[in-house]
């Protein structure tokens, strides 16, 4: 059974940096791509980043770009999400999940949640 | 990035209705969207994939249409558990995007 589970959320002040880890269990880890899609409170879905299988390639959402970097340890079946320059619109439930060959997202985490404030 | 827009943002409605969500994307993208519902405190759910796939264990009252830019989500009776929000999702682009969504709630 597919198991993620996110850490490292937590209240960060604006400017600052936090790093979001997910475990994952139940899969073969270094055969999937991994997103991480984030939801402000009372807000819709926003898709943030994906990481291919093999770290080849990463993609980001605009509003990241430049201050969030996806990785991934395919040794400790382990995805991660460095976010540094955090804002206030950064404020969500970050969910760590995986990506089919279809272009969809079957299996989530239950989220962690990240609260930039001063 | 391609921007996906759904229309209605909220629609309210009976058990036994007939509804219809609309997603439209700023460029093409084949058949790469698919339709997720999302309740709430939960992770959101695929119900199709690829435009018109019925992903397996979906109920038969789902269904979904269309290509290139403009896409249909249809449930054809609405049902006590179907009240929730609805996103589309494209996976056109290696940047993937998520519509604002639709929340369905009860008239």
């Known amino acids: 059974q597919v198991h993620l589970v996110e850490s490292g959320g937590g209240v960060v002040q604006p400017g600052r940096s936090l790093r979001l880890s997910c475990a994952a269990s139940?899969?073969?880890?270094?055969?999937?791509?991994l997103h991480w899609v984030r939801q402000a409170p009372g807000r819709g879905l926003e898709w943030v980043a994906v990481?291919?299988?093999?770290?080849?390639?990463?993609y980001y959402t605009d509003s990241v770009k430049g201050r969030f970097a996806i990785s991934r340890d395919n040794s400790k079946n382990t995805l991660y999400l460095q976010m540094h320059s955090l804002r206030v619109e950064d404020t969500a439930v970050y969910y760590c999940?995986?990506?089919?060959?279809?272009?969809?997202?079957?299996?989530w985490g239950q989220g962690t949640l990240v609260t930039v404030s001063s | 990035d391609i921007q996906l827009t759904q229309s209605p943002s909220s629609l309210s409605a009976s058990v036994g209705d007939r509804v219809t969500i609309t997603c439209r994307a700023s460029q093409t993208i084949d058949i790469y969207l698919h339709w997720y519902q999302q309740r709430p405190g939960k992770a959101p759910k695929v119900l199709i994939y690829a435009a018109s796939n019925l992903q397996s264990g979906v109920p038969s009252r789902f269904s979904g249409s269309g290509s290139g830019t403009d896409f249909t989500l249809t449930i054809s009776s609405l049902q006590p558990e179907d009240f929730a929000t609805y996103y589309c999702?494209?996976?056109?682009?290696?940047?993937?995007?998520f519509g604002q969504g639709t929340k369905v709630d009860i008239k």
């Open positions: 990481i291919w299988y093999d770290a080849s390639n990463k």
């Open positions: 999702q494209q996976s056109y682009s290696s940047l993937w995007t």
């Open positions: 139940g899969f073969t880890f270094s055969s999937h791509a």
């Open positions: 999940a995986r990506g089919e060959v279809v272009g969809i997202i079957e299996h």
